[in-house]
């Protein structure tokens, strides 16, 4: 089996991969003070929790977006997974081509999402990634990553309400009773769940007019099935993307 581990700045998401079958999967909270014996720690709990040992594992596919803790999860793997990860950086094979003005500059959680956009959906298409930054993506017909747009994600948008403004209440991501909030807690999330919804719908179709009609939406990342469900843009929500995308750059590169 093949595990693949993506490391955000708010989860650390896995995946077990049968083939080209995603098994046991989790979605953890990143803790940026962990140290690599608690990870491989944490990875022998998960693969143990489901029926797995370390002889089913057969190779590691990592990316990560967190510099300073790429190495301590890459020490977990050695020291407790017994295995040397294929890490997604300048130099591995991805079978896209990278547009950007900079390559190295793009996350490389994004680029193993536009692998697995043209591998299983094909272009062109706009990837939206609902972390803690919210992503548009742009890819191409021919399978070359152009690049895209960024901004604050919901949860982080909602924590810098809490925090910088005295009075708003630190709230849950829930859909109101209607867009016009009665009370503050409706409010909030109204302009956060419904704002989002609407910037959505309006990138989606500023990137349509660059890359053609035929363009499909992907939606993936933690709260890409809570946004979806308020909008009629979106066209396939996957909220594994990344882990695909690892899966097949680690097949590219064996």
Same mark, same amino acid.
């Given at each position: 089996?093949?595990?693949?581990?993506?490391?955000?700045?708010?989860?650390?998401?896995?995946?077990?991969?049968?083939?080209?079958?995603?098994?046991?999967?989790?979605?953890?909270?990143?803790?940026?003070?962990?140290?690599?014996?608690?990870?491989?720690?944490?990875?022998?709990?998960?693969?143990?929790?489901?029926?797995?040992?370390?002889?089913?594992?057969?190779?590691?596919?990592?990316?990560?977006?967190?510099?300073?803790?790429?190495?301590?999860?890459?020490?977990?793997?050695?020291?407790?997974?017994?295995?040397?990860?294929?890490?997604?950086?300048?130099?591995?094979?991805?079978?896209?081509?990278?547009?950007?003005?900079?390559?190295?500059?793009?996350?490389?959680?994004?680029?193993?999402?536009?692998?697995?956009?043209?591998?299983?959906? /094909? &272009?062109? #298409?706009? +990837? @939206?990634?609902?972390? =803690?930054?919210?992503?548009?993506?742009?890819?191409?017909?021919?399978?070359?990553?152009?690049?895209?747009?960024?901004?604050?994600?919901?949860?982080?948008?909602?924590?810098?309400?809490?925090?910088?403004?005295?009075?708003?209440?630190?709230?849950?991501?829930?859909?109101?009773?209607?867009?016009?909030?009665?009370?503050?807690?409706?409010?909030?999330?109204?302009?956060?769940?419904?704002?989002?919804?609407?910037?959505?719908?309006?990138?989606?179709?500023?990137?349509?007019?660059?890359?053609?009609?035929?363009?499909?939406?992907?939606?993936? /990342? &933690?709260? #890409?099935? +809570? @946004?979806?469900?308020? =909008?009629?843009?979106?066209?396939?929500?996957?909220?594994?993307?990344?882990?695909?995308?690892?899966?097949?750059?680690?097949?590219?590169?064996?």
């Amino acid at each position: 089996m093949l595990l693949t581990i993506d490391v955000g700045n708010t989860n650390l998401t896995l995946g077990l991969y049968e083939g080209d079958q995603l098994g046991a999967h989790w979605r953890l909270a990143t803790d940026h003070n962990r140290m690599p014996d608690e990870y491989g720690l944490q990875f022998l709990g998960l693969l143990q929790n489901a029926g797995k040992t370390l002889d089913d594992i057969k190779g590691i596919s990592l990316a990560s977006v967190v510099p300073q803790l790429t190495s301590r999860v890459i020490q977990a793997c050695r020291e407790y997974l017994k295995q040397e990860p294929l890490i997604v950086d300048t130099g591995v094979k991805t079978g896209i081509k990278i547009r950007y003005e900079d390559p190295k500059a793009v996350g490389a959680d994004r680029v193993c999402d536009a692998v697995a956009v043209m591998k299983l959906y /094909g &272009g062109p #298409a706009c +990837v @939206v990634d609902f972390g =803690t930054a919210t992503t548009f993506n742009a890819i191409t017909k021919d399978g070359e990553y152009l690049g895209g747009a960024i901004t604050a994600g919901i949860n982080l948008a909602a924590e810098a309400l809490f925090t910088r403004a005295a009075k708003l209440p630190r709230i849950d991501l829930q859909v109101p009773p209607s867009v016009i909030g009665r009370n503050t807690v409706h409010a909030m999330q109204s302009g956060l769940l419904f704002g989002y919804v609407s910037m959505v719908e309006g990138m989606v179709a500023r990137f349509r007019s660059e890359l053609g009609s035929d363009m499909k939406v992907i939606a993936t /990342g &933690g709260l #890409a099935e +809570v @946004v979806a469900k308020e =909008t009629k843009v979106i066209d396939i929500i996957a909220p594994w993307l990344t882990l695909d995308g690892l899966r097949i750059i680690w097949d590219i590169n064996h």
